[in-house]
């Protein structure tokens, strides 16, 4: 099955589902909570109130028949995304809908959680497999608090001119994963090989190792990877999240990655990604300053946000993590030297109000663009909500 297959026909997934029972499937099956995030704006243009939304949703059916079977599913509306679908509406005063996709089949995987006995688990994947270095599955996978950036998805990076950051590198193609599994409760390893469709061209390949560790005061993902045939030797990345709690006032959390390099070419500050954000905790309240340098290339491809950077500071009446309802303002700098078709420096002020508790997380919050200043049109109203796994 190609990944081709898997993109353009979502009827399989279906047919999937409707064959299980006569397996037995319809005794062994699991839906592991969906990754859900729901973006929704309101703004003045042009003297008129103008109302977007966007909605990200991955879905995972779960099957064990002695083998383990997952369906991984994918559907999202992209206003903020991706803008109206290339399609024109047959009524020439009828306006194009925005760009709703229907749910399609993003990834299929089968494998063993025991493989020949052993505690290793061995899965084969089409399609989208894991992200690293998100900080995300830590509760999950070891029972910690959730302490991930609140910097990634699509609540803040909502302009089309760069990616949609979540993470330091995903996998996606068709290939193996081999985990350690259960070995330990605080470490796992995990290594893949797979074929990456992402670097255009037939016949590339890629391998990661990546290591993680969870325990209450200290936290990391790990990884270093290499895509092959590429160039005469190779094209290699490495990352790393840190996560570090004092257990009272201070934590620390860091994403650092060297997404591409080649063994012939120099390494500057434009090919790193970057992400600091110390937290400090002053009764009662809460500060959150986060620096993050936009990487030349993401996920395999350019980004064409060479040289921007973003700096943020948040602070917040009380701490979510042990409250569950915060209310602060935040103040953000996004700096574009080398854009000359943007402003080289904007500046956002934002009160707002979140919670988050097991399991989700929203925010209702006031954008205001004070640099460069456009009237009402700064002005911009954002509701956000995401299941937090």
Do not use: C
């Not at 995990?190 to 391998?207: M, V």
């Not at 500046?347 to 989700?360: A, C, H, M, Q």
Request: net charge negative; aromatic share 14%.
């Amino acid at each position: 099955m190609s990944l081709g297959i898997l993109r353009s026909a979502p009827w399989l997934a279906v047919l999937l589902i409707m064959v299980a029972p006569v397996y037995g499937v319809e005794e062994t099956f699991s839906q592991p909570a969906p990754r859900l995030e729901v973006l929704s704006s309101a703004s003045v243009e042009n003297d008129e109130l103008v109302i977007q939304g966007a909605v990200d949703l991955d879905l995972e059916l779960n099957f064990h028949t002695g083998i383990e079977t997952g369906i991984l599913l994918r559907a999202y509306t992209a206003d903020f995304l991706h803008g109206p679908v290339p399609n024109a509406p047959v009524d020439p005063d009828q306006q194009p809908l925005p760009g709703l996709h229907p749910i399609y089949l993003s990834g299929v995987y089968l494998g063993s959680r025991s493989l020949f006995g052993t505690p290793l688990e061995l899965r084969y994947f089409i399609g989208d497999s894991d992200r690293f270095g998100t900080g995300r599955e830590f509760p999950s996978r070891f029972g910690l608090r959730y302490f991930a950036s609140d910097m990634r998805g699509m609540r803040y990076f909502r302009e089309t001119s760069i990616p949609v950051y979540d993470g330091l590198h995903s996998v996606y193609g068709q290939g193996l994963r081999l985990t350690t599994g259960r070995l330990s409760e605080t470490w796992e390893l995990r290594g893949y090989t797979y074929a990456d469709p992402r670097l255009k061209r037939e016949n590339r390949y890629s391998s990661d190792l990546r290591l993680l560790f969870g325990s209450q005061g200290l936290s990391v993902d790990s990884f270093v990877g290499a895509s092959y045939p590429y160039g005469d030797s190779g094209r290699y990345r490495a990352g790393t999240m840190l996560f570090f709690d004092n257990g009272s006032i201070a934590q620390f959390f860091a994403q650092i990655a060297l997404p591409a390099w080649q063994p012939m070419d120099s390494i500057s500050a434009e090919d790193l990604f970057l992400l600091f954000e110390p937290r400090l905790y002053l009764r009662p309240i809460w500060f959150a300053l986060t620096f993050f340098w936009h990487p030349t290339v993401y996920e395999q491809r350019l980004t064409e946000a060479e040289g921007y950077s973003d700096i943020q500071l948040e602070a917040m009446i009380a701490r979510l993590d042990r409250t569950g309802l915060a209310g602060g303002i935040r103040n953000g700098f996004r700096f574009r030297p080398r854009d000359p078709d943007a402003e080289q420096l904007s500046v956002r002020l934002s009160p707002f109000i979140k919670s988050r508790v097991p399991g989700y997380s929203w925010e209702l919050a006031l954008e205001t663009q004070i640099y460069p200043y456009e009237n009402l049109q700064s002005f911009t109203g954002v509701f956000s909500f995401a299941t937090e796994l």
